[in-house]
């Protein structure tokens, strides 16, 4: 069929706002995916010198230990301004570390070392809890983070 | 086809600004982080004003195909097929 004998079949109309429209929704999806990629890189990125902090997740409790070998259960202290490394696992089922005053979140898994950072910016205290189903009292699995003044 | 090189250029401006600002953002400086909670809030909301902006876009687009080319619209013109009975 010739292109202008198609166009009369068409009810005579030019197609080209659609084509428009098509390009205007694929360079917005695009877009929504290049903003999530570099975010995600930039939040993945740990910077040097974050101190290392391991997590443990068990029923229904979090352990943590610094790197100078102190052992904290349902709470953790952190220093304003620095940035900390969690390597976060789990002793029995899935658990999920979360802070969500900071947007924290991580899964806490057996066998397996998760990581994720951050750096406190204000001195306070913020809710620790899991954000997986882990049992009976997944819902207590609870803890609280104290952001101190830096020491030094 | 100057309104097409105004529109990409201003999707172009929409991706380009963010991107350096995150780059600059991201804190080069020892002692300077990046704060996760601004980074990820600030992308799910633009994110969220994207889905409103094509939902509202795409839903507006069917609502006004479906009236302005419903048969009793005034404008209305029986395409070639119905005009003639030809197929």
């Given at each position: 069929?010739?292109?202008?004998e198609y166009g009369r079949k068409m ?107 951050f750096a406190p910016t204000d001195v ?29 | ?16 600004i963010p991107a350096a600002d995150y ?65």
């Amino acid at each position: 069929m010739k292109k202008k004998e198609y166009g009369r079949k068409m009810g005579g109309h030019s197609n080209w706002p659609e084509w428009i429209y098509v390009g205007i929704v694929i360079a917005l999806m695009l877009w929504v995916g290049a903003e999530a990629w570099n975010v995600e890189r930039l939040v993945e990125h740990v910077p040097e010198g974050a101190e290392v902090i391991k997590v443990t997740g068990q029923q229904w409790f979090w352990t943590f230990e610094h790197e100078d070998g102190t052992k904290e259960i349902g709470e953790l202290h952190v220093e304003k301004g620095k940035a900390y490394k969690f390597e976060i696992t789990a002793k029995d089922v899935n658990h999920s570390f979360n802070i969500h005053d900071y947007v924290v979140l991580m899964d806490a898994i057996p066998g397996r070392v998760n990581t994720v950072w951050f750096a406190p910016t204000d001195v306070g205290e913020h809710d620790i809890q899991c954000r997986e189903y882990c049992g009976l009292i997944h819902y207590n699995m609870r803890g609280t983070l104290y952001v101190e003044e830096p020491s030094s | 086809m100057k309104s097409i090189v105004g529109l990409f250029l201003v999707l172009a401006i929409l991706v380009i600004i963010p991107a350096a600002d995150y780059v600059f953002a991201a804190g080069a400086e020892p002692g300077e982080y990046l704060d996760r909670r601004v980074v990820i809030w600030n992308l799910f909301y633009r994110l969220m004003a994207v889905a409103f902006v094509v939902g509202t876009v795409v839903s507006g687009t069917m609502i006004w195909q479906c009236w302005r080319f419903r048969e009793s619209h005034p404008k209305a013109k029986p395409t070639p097929y119905e005009k003639e009975g030809v197929w």
